[in-house]
């Protein structure tokens, strides 16, 4: 069935009514359905599944920090007008897009009740996925990743898992069209297997490779190519870098063959820098989501992009 590989293709779609899938009248007048994502990565996803029955706003730029991105009223009117709300969770948007009873934050301010924490319209990704650095108790000492590491979409796994789910949620508030988003997400998946053993067969000969990273966003993206971190230049994640960790750590990379010194965008980089001038290590600015770098256009070119880098680094 040719057809059904290219969901984009009106034929597809005219296969899928008279397969009985699609009503002719679901498939005509379907709403589309409003989606806001509180990140670049997520909306990606979400247009991959979608197609042409989602609108898709994101919340957060590519090159921003995701723990702290700043709002104004025009993300309050995009929440407005939501029917549907993607976020990370784990406590990623908590300082700025909030959750629960709040009342001063962006959510709560935005006097949208289909969308609110604990509604239909809210919806969590992080019970869908593997997370990684789960502690067995909540302390000071996890820094901004109380409940494990959120930076989860960066393993194409989790990627894949997020997409099932964002499938099954859109087929839940359209169930006249549930059928188009498996097929969306149907294709989303061997497209993605295709690219996944491409980039297991690039990064094969890097395996073991050290690097260290600036914040430890990179966790499920190492653990599924097998890179090997060495430290984080901020002590804690989301605490900035002081003299004396640097210090300790520009001697704990002193004796171990460290590749490469990771930063995302939106990071300074005068602590990073000092490290790759007393330690001979190459800074790469990596973008850690989908327009953290202008070539970065869908989840795909993101791991093109860095996979890319890593590998003319390393070489």
Not at 122 to 144: C, H, K, M
Not at 186 to 197: I, M, P, V
Not at 260 to 270: H, K, N, R
């Amino acid at each position: 069935m040719v057809i059904a590989r290219n969901p984009d293709s009106p034929w597809a779609m005219i296969f899928l009514v008279f397969a009985g899938a699609i009503s002719p009248v679901d498939a005509i007048g379907a709403e589309r359905l409003h989606v806001v994502t509180s990140t670049t990565d997520l909306a990606s996803l979400v247009q991959e599944v979608g197609g042409d029955y989602v609108d898709v706003t994101r919340l957060a730029r590519g090159y921003q920090d995701p723990h702290f991105v700043p709002v104004d009223a025009r993300s309050l009117l995009q929440l407005n007008r939501a029917d549907l709300l993607l976020v990370i969770g784990l406590q990623m948007e908590n300082a700025w897009l909030g959750e629960g009873l709040q009342a001063n934050s962006l959510l709560a301010q935005c006097r949208n009740p289909r969308i609110q924490f604990g509604s239909a319209g809210y919806f969590d990704l992080s019970p869908y996925i593997q997370v990684l650095e789960v502690p067995n108790q909540i302390t000071r000492a996890l820094g901004i990743h109380p409940l494990g590491n959120p930076h989860y979409w960066l393993d194409p796994e989790n990627g894949r898992r997020i997409a099932r789910a964002i499938s099954t949620k859109l087929g839940t508030m359209r169930p006249g069209i549930a059928a188009y988003f498996e097929q969306r997400f149907r294709s989303f998946d061997l497209r993605l297997a295709g690219k996944e053993r491409l980039w297991a067969e690039q990064m094969k000969p890097y395996r073991g490779y050290k690097v260290i990273t600036y914040h430890r966003a990179w966790s499920s993206f190492l653990d599924r190519f097998g890179l090997i971190s060495v430290g984080e230049i901020e002590p804690l994640p989301g605490v900035p870098p002081n003299r004396t960790h640097i210090d300790e750590l520009i001697q704990e990379m002193k004796p171990q063959k460290v590749r490469a010194i990771l930063v995302e965008p939106c990071y300074e980089l005068s602590a990073t820098r000092r490290i790759a001038h007393s330690t001979g290590v190459k800074v790469l600015v990596l973008p850690a989501s989908v327009g953290g770098a202008k070539k970065v256009t869908d989840y795909f070119g993101l791991f093109d992009y860095d996979i890319g880098l890593l590998k003319q680094t390393f070489k």
